[in-house]
């Protein structure tokens, strides 16, 4: 036995070595968690902080209360009676308190605390101390969700500190295990009386996890055979509560005269400190995503010794393998821009030989693939006592997209600006025109000025319409409202009817429109109107574009499973920079603003997106400013070809027979003059034409007038225009007028609502009266 005073000096030392770690392992818990703690002496009526509580508190340690009630001063002064309450209750039964409440800032703002105190009393019962902690849970309070899983770790690691005991297991020859010691803390650790361990070994196995025992049973078995340290990590069932703890158990083997092995050994519960090695891996990885998902490198820079290390954002950001960063500050130098990198250099020795405390910087680098990246970034200097600097900390931050994006939104922010500005050009434009035929015509012109005024008037409505009709183009285009009607058709038709629309527009300018394409080969299935539209929008620019006695070339072939269309001029050319962007909403360029032909310029961002839904392409081809430009289309070919074009009986002139004049006219619009107008020239086809201007009188002058037609605005006050001719159509002495929707509203949804509320046509603002006075003339009254 004289072994046994080494063995016990063994024990002595190990537990001394296990008690450091775990005051080492606390102290870490405590910094990571943020737990301050205090004790109170009643006797003296001092009351002690950790460092970490006053940190908690933004406080000093010289500024921390000293007594009870300037603590007490501190909580909100809401929580204050029942806190001293909870205390003093605690006080009276001897128990712990836990008590969540709020606190003052030394910034000023109240924040959350979850206090935890446990009184120790003298031999009469007399409280003699308190100790306990203070853990700030304001976050918890903000976000509970993430609150009750901080929070009980928070209690786990407050309410069951690390703690031990000590063990003497024997093994004998023939493979059995005797317990022969075991100290008292083993009760609280497995819920297992020191006594029934020593009485029951088997039992304490038993409570060992099944996925831990053959790892266990294995370390045990080398020990015994080499004599070797045995240290486990393994998970403990509680027997009382059924609580699964972790437990390290450390022990060193010896060999008795007897020839049985006894290890002396401790046995320590290090759940606590699992549970937040846990967190802080959860917290690490949440970190790291952070990082990643934010372009965020960390550094960290060895004044001293020059030497720097990355992250692995880090090497992302600078475009480099995981290690292959030198690790020095000039290898870092040696991938920035060197114009930043000197004011980069510039700026720290500055910032550190003034002994600021943290700086913001901006700088670029070229990365191995030579793109380059725009980086922004803080950090923050630590110094000696004598000023020196030792090391820099901080974040970098590609902001590489975020710069673009902003080039980008300025970009379209300035189109949409140049865009506006055009729009009022265009617009006032043609007023201006209207406005001076007007002029023209208030006195008493003679015929021929009266004809012209008449003639400037008509083309500068409709060019408002045309105007109107691209900005709802757009609406639909940007909406995804605009449905195709396709057909199988040829190319070639298609080119042609367009062609001749533009006939005029041609030779006024003494333009030569050339065409070269084949007949019956290029067969495509495509929306006969949107297809023209996409047509006359390209050979409209290349006419206006293009000087006066300029050349327009129009070329078609078939090209595999594509036809390809070419529409080529010698006029102003396109910009190089300017080819990327001449599709884009709002991107007029200097060949539009500086254009004297008018338009919104959205007739390319139309056609793209016409001759996308075809499933097809459109490029802009120039070879720069006066040089012309080319702009070729895409449309895959059908398969089968094209039917023949059916016959249809011509149709009946205005003048041709005789139908029945409807007389009796009801026009309801709330804007007088468009109300009046139309009424005047209706009346002049002999039509008897009441008018009214709101919905609720369109009701009581349908009973009392009953017209055969009423013309109906949409967008009147109180009633609307749908309201009206439901109501309308509700009564049966209504069934049989016409309704014929007049409105502003041309959406395909405005015309869906006219249909279910029993409308019969629906025309949009401006109309033409021709179109008006031959719908009135050739559509049959109702049975």
Known sequence: MSDSGTGNRS?????????????????????????????????????EWSPELTELFGLTPEQAPRAADEFTALVHPDDRARFGAEVAESIRLHTDYHFDFRYRHSSGEYRWMAGRGRGFYDENGEIVEQAGVGIDITEQYEARELAKDRASLLRQIGDNLPHGALYQVIATPEGARQFVYWSAGIGELIGVSADEALADPVKLYQLIHPEDVPRVQVAEQVSLEGLSSFDETLRIQHAKTGEWRWVRLRSAPRRLPDGRVVWDGIYADVTDQKHIAEALMHSLERLDLAQQAGHIGVFDWNVETGTVIWNDEEHRIFGLELGTFGGTIEAWEQRVLPEDSDSMQQAMRAAMSRCEPQMDFAFCIVTPAGELRSIEGAARFSYSAQGK????????????????????????????????????????????????ALELTAGKPDAATFEWSNIIMRRQVAHLA??????LDVTRITSGKIQLRTQRLDLADVLDSSAAGLRLLFAQRNQELIREYPRDSMPIDADVIRLEQVLVNLLTNAAKYTPLGGKVSVTAKRDGAEVVLSIKDNGVGIPQEMLGEMFELFAQGRRSIARSEGGLGLGLTISRTLVEMHGGTIVAQSEGEGLGSEFIVRLPVAEGPVPEAKEHPPIESETSGSTKKLRRLLVVDDHVDTAQSLARLLRLRGNEVEIVHDGDAAITAAKAFQPEVILLDLGLPGMDGYEVAEQLRRDSEFSRPMIIAISGYGQEEDRRRSREAGIDHHLVKPVSFAQLDGMLRHTRERD
Request: hydrophobic share 45%; no cysteine; glycine share 4%.
């Open 389 to 436: 600097p030792l090391r820099m900390v901080g974040v970098n931050i590609d902001v590489t997209e975020r710069l673009r994006a902003e080039n980008a939104l300025r970009a379209a922010d300035r189109r949409k600006n140049e865009f506006i500005a055009m729009l009022s050009h265009e617009l006032r434009n043609p007023l201006a025109a209207i406005s001076n």
């Open 466 to 471: 045309h105007l109107v009709d691209d900005l």
């Open 11 to 47: 024990v002595e030392n190990t537990t001394e070595q296990a008690i450091i770690r775990e005051q080492r392992a606390h102290r870490i818990a405590m910094q990571v968690a943020k737990i301050g703690t205090w004790t109170r002496d009643f006797r003296t009526g001092v009351v």
